[in-house]
């Protein structure tokens, strides 16, 4: 029983707990004490009512104070529960946040991609219809990207360029 006492009493850190286990441990002594009197009357057939009362009161006092320690524990664990919890709470709360940001860039990058396309496909194909409506006098189609719509603008200005040489000969 000592060395689970002393377990406990090296594992608490709080100050009430400590000052606890200390009242019990010197209840416990006490109790210990008198409970050997009481055995050593008994053989000795002398009086030890007296000592049974006070074995009586310290068994009630050791109660009471293991109680009171385990309301303490148990509001220090309600208390590491509570904080446990706002941690998680927290988390969660920065998960979400980060998984929206990443959701909102993705959507930011996706629709500045289909721009980047759309836009130079969008006037390719304006000035198709113009030059299929007749209309050769337009300006060539400027492309900053390397890409296959770079191709595709290059090619669409060289034909309208050759239309045109075709039918000024």
């Known amino acids: 029983g000592s060395t689970a006492a002393r377990q406990l009493i090296e594992s608490v850190e709080d100050d009430e707990s400590l000052v606890l286990l200390e009242e019990l441990k010197a209840k416990t002594v006490q109790l210990f004490e008198s409970n050997e009197i009481i ?4 053989q000795q057939n002398q009086a030890y009512s007296t000592y049974a009362s006070k074995s009586g009161v310290l068994n009630a006092e050791i109660l009471t104070v293991l109680d009171n320690l385990k309301k303490v524990q148990q509001n220090a664990m309600e208390q590491k529960q509570a904080e446990i919890e706002a941690e998680r709470k927290q988390s969660t709360l920065f998960i979400l946040i980060v998984s929206c940001l990443v959701i909102l860039l993705g959507f930011l990058i996706a629709h500045f991609t289909s721009r980047s396309i759309a836009n130079p496909v969008k006037m390719i194909t304006a000035n198709l219809k113009q030059v299929a409506a007749g209309q050769l006098l337009i300006e060539p189609i400027q ?19 050759d239309l045109r040489s075709i039918i000024k000969e």
């Open 143 to 161: 492309v900053k990207s390397k890409d296959e719509i770079y191709e595709m603008a290059e090619s669409f200005n060289q034909m309208t360029d």
């Open 39 to 42: 055995v050593t009357s008994i």
